[in-house]
């Protein structure tokens, strides 16, 4: 690198380098950097981390930029290592123009925390333009008589250098009549004038052709050449003169084209050709002849071209009046641009950020510049967003702004904010520029899934398939991507009994309840168990609700014949007096069902009958029931078949067989049927027993265990005849055969058990309270004789 300097300082076309210390805040000095122009793309300029007394990795941690208001990006920062480069090789005169020195401003931004550092790039000329002559012919007019010394006014050549590089003498190939004399016209501009050295013969030499060489200051020097042809005139003793030597305007920015802008008068004393006068520009540059033109003949300035004040605020011009003798005369004319308000505010973004992330505290969304190219009033401006809007505006220096977050934001109320930032400048008429900005804002795992409700009720009809659906849970995140996105779980049960991972398990993407076996409702009824939601953030966030799972019962049981039992090998034989009379209660099935709801209620009909017209049964309760008198020509041994039904959907149904037997009174002894073969007791024959029981009312068994006090006591001088009560589990019993029960006249007889006879047997003996018996035949006498009623359970 040093190598590299050496060379440029050499060649004087090379990089210079300088730094000035000091900090940008409003009011120090900038930070100030030199490089000529022309030079390389990449060329090293300086280390900002070092100049800024920064860290390189606290220079990219704090998001250093590069803003200027030219908006180009003539320079490249290294965000590895802190140095400043050079984007593109500069020409200053496209940059500058005619200006000196070629500053152009920048400012470093860095962003975290908010601070800016004002910069200049000096943009350093080399001599890259040769003098050029607009003109490479100049031609002018000159009197014999003219005395020696008199000087006249040549074309100046243009130089696009500035300083030491731009324009610095003329002159003119060797002769003996002319030399160059060149002038500063106090702007920075020189030109040259050409003077007589001695008097002129026309006859002698009537016209000259010389050289005129324009020569740069640069090393080494560059030129331009013109050919001057001087022509010999006869005597003209009268040059134009100006009525004023110095004419200044003011002209506004907005005037139209082809405006005037003033007119210049000159008088020539001369007469005829000698006094004939016509104006022109006088060594005028290229931009004043773009922008301007005047009248030959008139003197009238005109506009050629729109005027810009931002650009050229003052124009100064030299205007030369020459009559038919080749004198001349010139004036100045200095017009003066004033500014109109015809340039909007500029916005220029430095920064967004977007999205930024909801709940966050106060954050910079976006840092940017206002800019007006007016001046005065028209360069001020006002800058403002919407009211309603949880952003706020903070003024910084060198018109920067920074749009900051006023509260943290939620993203579920709003995802994005349109924000349209105006900026008004205060001219007149008022100039405004709107700058929309579009704000997302991110998501942050701030919302708990939410169930859609609180608790849900399944209803699951028993006997389901296993592994289908019995229904849904559903929840809902505010939040959104994964933050948003429910997996679905079985909380643990709170009931140890409940086998809850063996009965339903959860689809853990949609909430979907699976049924994972068949459900019986007359083992299980109903069961309640939690499911959580919980997100895919991290850490998650979760919500429960309480599922209540309802079996619905299906009509899967038949009905179970409690009384008479069916499954024992001896039949249930009920004895019925022939002299009962219609609506005689036989007996009473009793059957259970082990459904629920209409599946349970059950209805009782007669299917068959020895006698169809003899019994009949009530649907609702089972009585068998005689339907008309009897008589001698029925049989004596009857058979019945129950139908019991349920009222399901289809119905299901089971049939009890009865077995009657006519008697005459209670005095003969009944006989077992020869078909009812013995039979050894079995534990379900009690538990029937206790269940029969159990249907009869509380106000029979106290009268039963009242008859039965009374009947042990006699017993002890009961004759053989009567029933002997073994030893073992079974209690005695009285029975009340009233004319409400099974009877039609009002009895009470001793029932015993007996538990070695290989049958369970009800016993009837004569009645124990004879004084309660009714008025009686002698055929009915003998019911005091006793007799046994086999029933077999």
């Known amino acids: 690198m040093e190598a590299r300097v050496e060379r440029a300082v050499q060649k004087r076309q090379v990089l210079f380098l300088c730094v000035f210390l000091g900090m940008s805040w409003a009011g120090a000095e900038p930070l100030r950097y030199f490089v000529a122009e022309e030079t390389e793309r990449g060329t090293f300029l300086t280390n900002l981390a070092k100049d800024l007394g920064l860290g390189v ?15 180009m990006q003539i320079l490249l920062l290294s965000s590895l290592t802190g140095d400043l480069l050079l984007n593109e090789k500069l020409d200053r005169e496209e940059l500058c123009g005619p200006r000196e020195p070629c500053v152009l401003p920048f400012q470093l931004l860095l962003e975290k925390p908010f601070q800016i550092f004002r910069a200049e790039l000096w943009v350093r000329d080399i001599n890259d333009h040769a003098p050029v002559f607009l003109d490479r012919e100049i031609s002018l007019k000159i009197l014999e008589s003219t005395t020696p010394g008199a000087a006249f006014l040549l074309e100046s ?4 250098d500035v300083g030491t590089n731009s324009l610095s003498n003329y002159t003119i190939s060797p002769n003996a009549y002319f030399h160059i004399n060149v ?15 001695q008097v002129l013969d026309r006859e002698e030499i009537p016209e000259f052709s010389l050289t005129l060489t324009a020569l740069d200051g640069g090393s080494p020097p560059r030129s331009g050449t013109a050919l001057v042809r001087i022509l010999v005139l006869d005597v003209n003793d009268n040059a134009p003169d100006f009525v004023r030597s110095l004419y200044k305007v003011q002209v506004p920015e907005n005037s139209p084209v082809g405006s005037m802008v003033v007119s210049v008068s000159a008088r020539d004393l001369d007469t005829g050709s000698n006094g004939e006068i016509a104006y022109a520009f006088s060594y005028a540059t290229e931009r004043i002849l773009k922008t301007f033109q005047i009248n030959p003949t008139s003197g009238n300035l005109h506009l050629k071209a729109q005027l810009d004040y931002e650009a050229i605020q003052t124009y100064t011009l030299t205007i030369q009046a020459k009559d038919g003798g080749g004198l001349s005369g010139k004036c100045t004319v200095v017009v003066d641009v004033t500014d109109i308000n015809d340039n909007r505010p500029e916005l220029l973004l430095s920064s967004l950020t977007s999205p930024i992330a909801e709940n966050s505290p106060e954050t910079v ?25 949880p952003f706020i505006l903070k003024p910084s220096v060198e018109n920067f702004y920074t749009l900051v977050s006023e509260k943290p934001l939620d993203r579920e109320r709003n995802t994005e904010y349109n924000i349209t930032i105006t900026v008004t400048d205060l001219g007149t008429p008022r100039l405004k520029t709107e700058h929309n900005i579009t704000v997302l804002v991110s ?27 019995i229904g849904s849970v559903s929840a809902t995140d505010r939040d959104s991507g994964t933050n948003a996105q429910v997996i679905y779980s079985l909380l643990p049960s709170q009931d140890p009994h409940l086998p809850l991972a063996s009965l339903v398990s959860i689809n853990a993407d949609n909430g979907h309840l699976f049924a994972l076996r068949s459900l019986d409702y007359e083992a299980l009824q109903a069961f309640e168990f939690r499911v959580g939601a919980t997100d895919r953030s991290s850490p998650a966030l979760s919500s429960e609700a309480l599922v209540h799972v309802l079996v619905l019962d299906a009509n899967d049981n038949s009905p179970f014949v409690l009384y008479p039992l069916q499954n024992s090998s001896a039949p249930c034989t009920e004895p019925l007096p022939r002299a009962a009379e219609p609506g005689y209660l036989v007996t009473k099935v009793v059957a259970v069902d082990g459904d629920s709801g209409q599946n349970a209620w059950l209805s009782y009909q007669l299917l068959k009958a020895t006698e169809p017209g003899l019994f009949g049964v009530w649907a609702h309760n089972g009585e068998v029931r005689t339907a008309r008198l009897l008589s001698e020509r029925d049989a004596a041994k009857q058979r019945l078949v129950v139908l019991v039904k349920d009222n399901g959907e289809p119905p299901r149904s089971a049939t009890a067989t009865l077995h009657v037997l006519l008697v005459d009174g209670f005095s003969q002894p009944y006989l077992r049927l020869p078909e009812a073969a013995p039979d050894q007791a079995n534990l379900l024959t009690v538990y029937l027993v206790v269940a029969l029981a159990s249907v009869s009312s509380l106000f029979l068994l106290s009268v039963l265990l009242f008859v039965a006090v009374r009947l042990c006591r006699r017993s002890r001088a009961a004759p053989v005849g009567r029933c002997s009560v073994p030893e073992g589990p079974f209690p005695r019993h009285l029975v009340d055969l009233s004319g409400t029960g099974t009877l039609s006249q009002s009895h009470q007889y001793e029932v015993c058990l007996t538990g070695g006879s290989g049958t369970n047997e009800f016993k009837f003996l004569k009645p124990v309270i004879p004084n309660l018996l009714p008025q009686s035949t002698g055929r009915e006498v003998e019911e005091n004789r006793p007799f046994q009623n086999n029933l077999g359970f």
Request: glycine share 6%; proline share 5%; hydrophobic share 30%.
């Open 365 to 389: 969304v976006a840092v940017f510049r206002i800019r007006d190219r007016d001046s005065g009033n028209n360069g001020k401006t006002v800058c403002s967003i919407q009211d309603d809007l």
């Open 157 to 160: 050549a243009q130089d696009s």
């Open 57 to 71: 990795g606290e220079l990219r941690a704090r998001g250093t930029r590069i803003v200027s208001d030219q908006n």
């Open 443 to 469: 998501d942050v795992n701030d919302n708990a899934p939410a169930f859609t409700q609180t608790s849900y009720t399944l209803f699951v009809r028993e006997n389901n398939s296993p592994a289908l659906p």
């Open 183 to 197: 002038h500063d016209s106090g702007e920075g501009n020189i030109y040259p004038e050409l003077v007589l050295n």
